[in-house]
């Protein structure tokens, strides 16, 4: 090592902590103990979590399948939903009640801060939902709120998608009606001509068309919005987290300490 005035060795290193050594560790052991108190004073926080699977609708396009069956898509995709429940208007009165939220004017973002919501890239139909509350059951309960609320709001927009299909479900089956009446009224000498296989093949069609949508209808209720796993809410809180908390007080402390001892050794070498 050289022993020029600009280069620090191994043994100014060695003799600076020596002589700030109890210097430092007094600071850290400050921290520490700032840490320690803001572990034990911090408000407990305890998290519910669950995983919220979309409500699902049948290809509008009857009769269009694939190799697998027929086509399924959202009612809404989980970035809307996650993009939707950031805003205090999203929220109902109940809702906002058994969360323990007073009202939407001052919430902010997400609750407040109170939920956390995550798209998941490997299952592209999933919300990942954490609710944070004071305690476990008040975490939990608000986690069921949210779900029962979001299953009504989307059963609504599924419904309201359903009313076109419903209306031309009616119409199908008044056209299904009158070719049968049609049909009737063809006499038993004309079941072999033309117009009569044109009907058959028109009834055949309808109740095809009809069947499609009855299905579309039934497999939007029978697909609500609906969690892939039960609510978890461990019964440990998840912050503060004091190993982390500690050891973070702990370094910061011996960094600052540090970092004022050399500020000392530098205004007495300016003062020297």
Known sequence: MSDSDDEVSLKDIINFFKVNGKFIAAVAATTF???????????KKYEASALLQMARL????????????PISINIESPASLAERLRYPASYSGATLQQCGVAGTEAIGEYMGGMLKVRTLRPMPDVLEIKVRALTQEAAKQCA????????AQQHNLVETDLLGTSENLARKRQALAEELRQLKSIGNAQTGNFGYLARLDK??????????????????RRNPAKLSAPI????????????????FGLFIGVLFGVLLALAKLAWRRINA
Do not use: C, H
């Open 33 to 43: 103990l700032l840490s320690v108190a803001y572990v034990q004073l911090a408000p």
């Open 232 to 247: 978890y809410a461990p019964a440990g809180p998840v912050w503060p987290k004091v190993r982390l908390i500690l050891f």
């Open 144 to 151: 069921e709120a949210i779900i029962q609320m979001i299953g």
């Open 58 to 69: 049948q290809n509008s396009n009857v009769g269009f399948k694939s190799l697998e069956g």
């Open 203 to 220: 009834l055949s069609a309808l109740r095809t068309s009809i069947d499609a949508l009855q299905e579309e209808i039934s497999f939007a």
